[in-house]
């Protein structure tokens, strides 16, 4: 059997959400069992309205709470955003709305419980809601991300980490890409998702994941190995694998989901179509230098301001773990030696006001076609 399915779907309509669901739970066998608890595990980062295409569309997490319900499952839509209040950006995301159409859980995950699973990070605190569940399916969203490259179905579960404790492993991570790849790839393993389901029909190119523009991928990619999913959609975006930090984790750890065969994909949706003109941020190189702290930071785009755009709401010093930046009367304070190049305050800022500048060195290898 295949690896990964992709399907054409050039929008959100109903009947063809459906049959993508359907298609993707009988193709992979996954069984839903009556009164099984389903975790729905979205991808809320923060409130954005549907049409910024930040967060999995309402249209494919309505198919699959259906498709659940329809199996005698107990459905729940969860997430755990950065920032937000989540009520108000599940609201505004359209989650609560499809929960209350359906008459089902639409909650955050809270309540911290240490595990033990991992191989670099031995206890990672991960919601009891998400360790409980009889099975999690992934509904990330395609996007690219200013830090690590580019999201899909590994990088969102890090918000199976409840709230705050986010911003905290981002801090004790630092600048090293990979380190923090090795993190993403410690909770899948343990929250090991019965399936992904990824929404690429609209998603984000340039400064994502909560900055970018729209773009239409046109797919519906879906896999009980997220990790071979996300390698195939960075390859088909245009991406470099030895850009992509998750990529070069697993290869590290000797994972044979590196190897990427033509073989492991079916579905209508062509895996050789290479998407044109996809916009990945530039905000680092990760092939060139060894991972040295001080190279790192010379490497690495800097979060700088937009004051014109900026609306004063403080979001981006509050999410700041490392207490790098101070906002006083819409003007930012970077202390850049204490900046790891997280870019939470860029990911939470929600009218585009920071942005990625180049260092020197990063500028010049991005001009001499260096790829970063
Ligand atoms: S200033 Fe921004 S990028 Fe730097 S550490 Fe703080 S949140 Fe992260
Ligand atoms: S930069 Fe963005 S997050 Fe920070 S105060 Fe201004 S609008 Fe708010």
């Known amino acids: ?9 050039d929008d959100y309509g109903a009947d063809g959400m459906r049959s993508a669901v359907s298609e993707a739970f009988s193709r992979f066998g996954v069984d839903i069992t009556s009164g099984e608890r389903v975790l729905l595990k979205v991808n809320l980062v923060s409130g954005h309205d549907v049409a910024r295409r930040v967060t999995t569309d309402p249209a494919l997490v309505r198919a699959v709470a259906s498709y659940v319900l329809s199996r005698g499952g107990v459905p729940m839509i969860c997430d755990s955003p950065g920032i937000d209040n989540f009520r108000a950006a599940a609201t505004k995301a359209g989650f609560m709305s499809v929960a209350s159409e359906l008459g089902i ?49 590994v990088k969102n579960l890090f918000g ?14 630092g600048l090293n890409r990979e380190k923090f790849a090795g993190l993403l790839l ?38 009980p190995d997220a990790l071979t999913l996300d390698f195939w959609l960075c390859r088909m975006m245009g991406g470099s694998l030895d850009d992509y930090p998750l990529y070069r984790a697993a290869v590290s750890r000797g994972y044979s989901e590196c190897k990427l065969d033509p073989a492991d994909v079916e579905g209508d949706f062509d895996s050789e179509h290479r998407f044109e003109g996809v916009k990945f941020p530039k905000t680092r190189s990760m092939r060139l230098l060894p991972p ?50 997280c870019y939470c305050c860029h990911e939470m800022c929600p009218v585009k006001a920071i942005e990625f500048k180049e260092s020197a060195l990063l500028s010049l290898m991005n001009r001499l076609g260096v790829r970063s």
């Open 1 to 9: 059997m295949s690896k990964i399915y992709l399907m054409s779907r």
């Open 105 to 153: 859980e639409c909650s955050e995950l809270v309540d911290p419980v240490d595990t033990t699973r991992g191989t670099d990070f031995h206890k990672i605190a991960l919601s009891r809601k998400v360790l409980e569940a009889d099975k999690v399916i992934n509904l990330p969203k395609l996007k690219t991300h200013g830090q690590m490259y580019m999201t899909g179905g």
């Open 160 to 173: 199976c980490v409840p709230g705050r404790l986010k911003a905290g492993w981002h801090y004790n991570v």
């Open 186 to 223: 410690d909770i899948y393993a343990t929250v090991k998702p019965a399936l992904t389901i990824i929404d690429g029909v609209i998603g984000q190119d340039g400064n994502g994941p909560t900055s970018g523009e729209p773009y239409n991928f046109g797919l519906i990619g879906a896999s």
């Open 292 to 341: 040295l702290p001080f190279l790192e930071r010379l490497m690495t785009s800097r979060p700088v301001h937009i004051p014109d755009r900026c609306i004063g709401c403080g979001r981006c010093e509050a999410v700041c773990a490392a207490h790098a930046l101070k906002h006083e009367n819409r003007k930012l304070h970077f202390d850049y030696s204490k900046c790891i190049r």
